[in-house]
Structure formats: C-alpha cells, structure tokens
C-alpha cells in the first residue's frame, strides 16, 4: 500500500500540470484564506527532496510569483471594492481604518513582510492595505520581498524535512505538512503576543 501511494506522489510531483496548478492554487490563497498553501509548499518540497520531483528552484519560482499575484489581488479587491465605506459606517470601524491608514504610512513595510507570515493575516492585511489607499508601487514591492522570503523559506523547511527521511516520498510530504503547522502555530502565537491592544 505504502509503496503505491509513493509512486502517486512520485508521479503527480513531476506532472506537466502540476507547476500552473500550483501557481493559481497560491494566486487564490492570497484572498481565500484558508487554503493551506505553506503545507501543500513545504510537503512538495520534501517530496522534490526526496524523490528529485519536483525540483525546489521551479517550485520557490511558482509559489513565489503565484503568491505576489495572489496578494496583489487581494489589495485590489480592498481598493476597489468598498471596503472601507463598508468598515467606516460605524465609530469603530472609522477608528481602525484610520488606526490601519496610520500604520500602513509609518511602517508599510514591516507590516507588508509580516503580515505574510500570519495565517489569515496576510489576506486581512493585503485587503486593508488596499482599503487604507496606500500606494500600489509600494506594496507590490514590499510585497515581492515578502512573497520570496516566504517562498524560501516554506521550500527550505521541506528540503530539510525530505532529506530527513529520503527514501520514503509520503513520510517526507507528511514531516513537512507537519512542519509547516509547527511554524504557523508559532508565527499565530508570537504575533498575537505582540499584537497592539
């Protein structure tokens, strides 16, 4: 049984399908949220590890340029859609746009490139920061260093984790998947102690 399995993932891993797939699989996690883009990431680059498909490089490119455009898309939806209108017929909600508005002019950058790294944030934050007006050139470019450090980083984290167990493509899949859970629960759990009151 195990043996099968490992010749499917074997076999999808270096379809010709597989890398536009991906691309439009991490295009639409950057505005529907819950998707698990780090796990499916990190588990196809320990399976690439372990197996030679798919290769890391392809994959850092896809999930790269796939998340910038999926973040993008997001800003764009929250600038053209709205949402601040939306979120400003209450008291509440015109204190946090402003509260958004000032943050994203004192420190766009760091909340651009950290916002990334926070499940469900990053779409919250890339909608905001389209809502708040910031500006486009901006963002895309905070967000072309946050993207690829991301990307790095997931496919680093399973290269390690295929490396660990080479010769069983599922195990590598699943310590990355796994992995990759680890971190999001650490980056939720620091964030949210940092986080502003």
């Not at 890398?19 to 529907?32: E, K, M, R, S």
């Not at 600038?79 to 420190?107: C, E, H, P, Q, Y």
């Not at 990307?151 to 998947?177: M, P």
């Amino acid at each position: 049984m195990l043996d099968s399995v490992n010749a499917f993932l074997e076999t999808h891993a270096s379809a010709g399908w597989l890398l536009p797939a991906l691309f439009v699989y991490f295009a639409v996690d950057g505005i529907v949220p819950p998707l698990p883009s780090e796990g499916v990431l990190v588990a196809l680059a320990a399976i690439g590890a372990s197996t030679g498909a798919p290769h890391w490089l392809p994959l850092l490119l896809v999930a790269w340029a796939g998340a910038w455009v999926g973040d993008n898309l997001a800003y764009l939806l929250g600038d053209r859609t709205g949402v601040d209108r939306l979120v400003r017929r209450t008291d509440r909600g015109t204190r946090a746009m402003d509260w958004a508005r000032r943050g994203f002019d004192t420190r766009g950058a760091l909340i651009v490139v950290v916002g990334r790294w926070i499940p469900v944030g990053r779409a919250a934050v890339n909608l905001m920061a389209g809502a708040t007006g910031y500006s486009h050139p901006r963002f895309a470019s905070y967000a072309v260093l946050a993207t690829g450090l991301w990307s790095a980083w997931s496919v680093g984290l399973g290269i390690l984790a295929g490396r660990w167990v080479e010769d069983n493509a599922l195990l590598a899949g699943a310590l990355g998947a796994g992995l990759a859970l680890v971190v999001a629960f650490v980056v939720e759990r620091v964030s949210r102690r940092f986080a502003p009151a």
